[in-house]
């Protein structure tokens, strides 16, 4: 590559452009999901100064919850993965303020999964996508993912549905209960959420 060309962002840029050529030949852009990624978006952005932004809210009692029980990160202690929950919703939803509403989407992940189809209608328009109900039909291609087989992707092998809807509830113990709803509780509120 020609010096002039050598950057950090390009040489992100071509090792997602491999993978997804790799794994779906006719992809012309890629993504990148991480809850980690909310606390860098401002790095992220000089880096990708046109690029887009999706902010998938999900109640944070399910996913501290969730955390724990995956067992797979480092967050495994309830009040850390909580915390960090909130900690992630809040840069992101400041970043988001911040940038043009063109380059930043906010969706409910309970609307996502009890209205599939409008919720990603939604986001195929805001990438500048043409939609197709295969979209939802994601299960059919998830062999081609290398890490598809892990426990905590189990349910990339069905469609969309809201079974993860307040799993919070049958995850933890009563006390858990009242101690991620008083840690979170504020954030919860602020976000529309109800709290016991």
């Given at each position: 590559m020609p010096e002039r060309e050598r950057s950090l962002a390009k040489l992100i840029d071509l090792f997602y452009m491999y993978y997804a050529q790799e794994k779906k030949p006719e992809a012309t852009g890629w993504g990148d999901k991480s809850?980690?990624?909310?606390?860098?978006?401002?790095?992220?952005d000089e880096l990708y100064p046109n690029?887009?932004?999706?902010?998938?809210?999900?109640?944070?009692?399910?996913?501290?919850a969730s955390h724990v029980a995956a067992d797979t990160i480092l967050h495994t202690n309830l009040e850390i993965a909580a915390k960090y929950w909130s900690k992630s919703v809040t840069a992101a939803r400041n970043f988001g303020a911040k940038i043009d509403n063109s380059r930043f989407l906010e969706i409910s992940y309970e609307?996502?999964?009890?209205?599939?189809?409008?919720?990603?209608?939604?986001?195929?328009?805001?990438?500048?996508?043409?939609?197709?109900?295969?979209a939802l039909q994601f299960w059919n291609n998830v062999d081609s993912l290398a890490d598809a087989n892990r426990e905590i992707h189990k349910n990339?092998?069905?469609?969309?549905?809201?079974?993860?809807?307040?799993?919070?509830?049958?995850?933890?113990?009563?006390?858990?209960?009242?101690?991620?709803?008083?840690?979170l509780k504020d954030k919860l509120i602020e976000l529309n959420y109800t709290v016991d």
């Open positions: 809850i980690g990624n909310a606390l860098f978006v401002s790095r992220i690029a887009r932004y999706i902010l998938i809210i999900r109640d944070g009692r399910d996913v501290a609307d996502l999964v009890q209205q599939p189809e409008p919720v990603v209608q939604r986001l195929y328009q805001f990438l500048d996508l043409d939609y197709t109900p295969t990339l092998r069905k469609p969309i549905n809201d079974n993860s809807i307040g799993k919070w509830r049958q995850q933890l113990n009563q006390e858990e209960q009242t101690f991620v709803q008083n840690v």
